[in-house]
């Protein structure tokens, strides 16, 4: 704790994450230790090279929070209530996750001597409690409880579901719609994107979910956000192809079935629309009442690496804001609806032999020829991935459960695995999955965004509301004396980060009647989010440089923000010290 407000040296700071990432490795995971020194050293010089290193442990404490407060595991006793608390809370688990491998891959490429390895055996712990305790623990419970409606229904009951989003949201709106859906951003990423798009816009932004088709892969997904009244499928080259009332679903033909239902409609590509003028995309919209947008980061990036799944979950987040924006700006939507074909589950450790279950039950081991075998495996086997088997009737594969496929209206039937298990393939793409029932594929995201014109009622009634400022720093401390030459003083944020309070950066120090600098400066980084305003506190100390003081002299702290937004808060001081030196000035 002495050293977390040093800065003499760089190597400080090598010094105390070697202490924090020791004791991560022995188990000792201080969660108020680590999230005060990261507090203090944020604000320190040298810090931005160590910048990834704080960051991921401090993901690590706030993934140990989450354990402290459900040490006793998941216990719910039915689905629709895990599913509540899921999009409610637990997702957060997901976040941390995401966000300390982004800190791991970005240390990567600012190699450190000694800090590296270390970085690593914390690697080990985090997997520990995510994989192993989170996604085990959670996902008991959800197969569990799920298991009779996802056998006897295909779905939840009591959940929205995707296939009804055409006839839900956008059959019954009475103004233009766009639709943006972005493939594979599950709900943890969502929910952060709708807190920038509240923060950043002039906008009301709320975030649902509804539950995935089944299997939640892309093709199944799509064909349940258009318009429908029945999906079906039909074998084609040995895969399923998914029809909606008779048309094909896939990609070339989604613009066709939008205008069999709604002839003003059209279906729109992410990256066509970015490289054209604005003349040329406005075009395309002009007239249209559903703007269907398709948008594909994070599951190209799966296709590519593992490991580039949340850097492309970041960058997805800033593709879609900034689509967003030319929505506003250039189309004059004011309403937007955000959504995805599925989630996905995502693992950095290497999977164990446990974690996987064989095709046995997938093969008619009865029969001897090997091209007999071959046609009969896939009569009886339509399709599978990592996470998913579709099977002819009768059909019942070890190891996994029964997913009443399609309403129970077609010649096959659905299995998948329980928790975050995988069908054993050949070829790579073991830790980047999708298709099966977890929380993680199957909650959909649902962003509901309105963006809010000035002469609008709702923004004219609750402006207050809307219009984001950043938050406000102030003293905490009653003495208005300072009688030594290094001293600390208490500082509160005043509201916590939110919707319409976003945060800021303050720089504090102090200076005489005529604004001379007379102290070091501090800085804050006011960022909290806890509604507990205890834990929205800043302490600083502050060193005074060596000059002559008066008692009787008025002195000023200055609180201002580093943007220049907002007037400096000046506070009066008094100066009471009985000497000072003022032959050696060590701070000016």
């Not at 030319?326 to 004059?332: C, L, S």
């Not at 997913?403 to 659905?414: D, I, P, R, S």
């Not at 800021?504 to 005489?512: G, K, L, N, P």
């Not at 800085?523 to 989010?529: Q, Y």
Request: net charge negative; with cysteine; aromatic share 12%.
């Amino acid at each position: 704790d002495d050293l977390a407000g040093t800065e003499c040296f760089p190597c400080i700071n090598e010094v105390i994450l070697t202490k924090l990432m020791t004791e991560i490795s022995d188990h000792i995971i201080d969660v108020d230790t680590i999230t005060s020194t990261v507090e203090k050293r944020r604000t320190c010089a040298w810090y931005e090279p160590f910048k990834n290193f704080y960051d991921g442990i401090l993901q690590v404490a706030n993934m140990q929070s989450f354990f402290k407060e459900h040490s006793a595991g998941f216990h719910t006793a039915e689905a629709k209530g895990i599913w509540k608390e899921y999009t409610e809370s637990y997702y957060q688990m997901d976040t941390y996750y995401r966000l300390f491998h982004l800190s791991f891959q970005k240390s990567l490429e600012t190699s450190n001597i000694l800090l590296d390895d270390l970085f690593k055996h914390v690697v080990d712990k985090v997997e520990g409690l995510y994989t192993h305790w989170f996604l085990g623990e959670l996902g008991n419970n959800w197969s569990d409880v799920c298991a009779d409606e996802l056998a006897a229904y295909g779905k939840v009951l009591e959940v929205p579901q995707q296939e009804e989003f055409y006839r839900s949201r956008i059959k019954t709106s009475d103004t233009r719609v766009f639709v943006i859906i972005s493939d594979a951003m599950r709900y943890e990423v969502a929910a952060a994107m709708a807190d920038q798009l509240q923060r950043e816009t002039q906008s009301k932004v709320s975030i649902s979910s509804m539950q995935s088709i089944f299997p939640s892969i892309t093709k199944f997904g799509m064909a349940a956000l258009l318009p429908h009244k029945e999906l079906t499928v039909e074998v084609r080259n040995d895969f399923l192809a998914v029809l909606a009332d008779g048309q094909s679903t896939a990609s070339t033909y989604r613009d066709k079935v939008l205008k069999s239902e709604d002839p003003a409609s059209v279906a729109l590509k992410y990256n066509d629309i970015i490289a054209m003028r604005r003349a040329e995309r406005s075009a395309l919209v002009k007239g249209m009442d559903v703007v269907y947008i398709y948008h594909n980061t994070i599951d190209e990036a799966s296709h590519t690496s593992d490991t580039a799944v949340f850097a492309a979950c970041d960058k997805a987040i800033s593709e879609v804001k900034n689509l967003v924006r030319i929505i506003v700006n250039e189309f004059g939507g004011t309403n937007i609806l955000i959504t995805a074909d599925h989630g996905f589950l995502y693992t950095y450790s290497p999977l164990k032999e446990e974690d996987k279950v064989d095709k046995s039950g997938f093969f008619d081991v009865d029969v001897v020829n090997s091209d007999v075998l071959k046609k009969e495996s896939i009569r009886r086997c339509v399709e599978y991935g990592r996470r998913y088997a579709i099977m002819k009737k009768g059909v019942q594969p070890d190891y996994l459960m029964p997913v009443k496929f399609l309403g129970g209206n077609t010649e096959f039937e659905g299995f998948t695995p329980r928790e975050s298990i995988r069908i054993k393939m050949s070829g790579g793409g073991m830790n980047f999955v999708h298709g099966g029932i977890s929380l993680q594929e199957m909650v959909v995201p649902v962003i509901e965004y309105h963006y809010l014109r000035n002469d609008s009622m709702e923004y004219k009634r609750n402006r207050q509301k809307y219009d984001t400022k950043p938050v406000t720093v102030n003293l905490l401390s009653a003495n208005r004396k300072i009688s030594n030459m290094i001293f600390s003083l208490n500082f509160y944020q005043k509201d916590a980060v939110s919707a319409n309070r976003e945060a800021a950066t303050y720089q504090v120090y102090f200076t005489d009647e005529n604004g001379k600098q007379i102290s070091d400066i501090q800085k804050i980084i006011a960022d909290k989010t806890s509604d507990n305003g205890a834990e929205r506190t800043f302490r600083c100390q502050f060193n005074l440089k060596s000059l002559k003081y008066s008692n009787t002299a008025t002195y000023y702290l200055i609180i201002a923000d580093e943007q220049g937004l907002q007037m400096p808060q000046r506070e009066p001081f008094q100066i009471d010290i009985a000497f000072a030196v003022d032959e050696f000035d060590f701070f000016s």
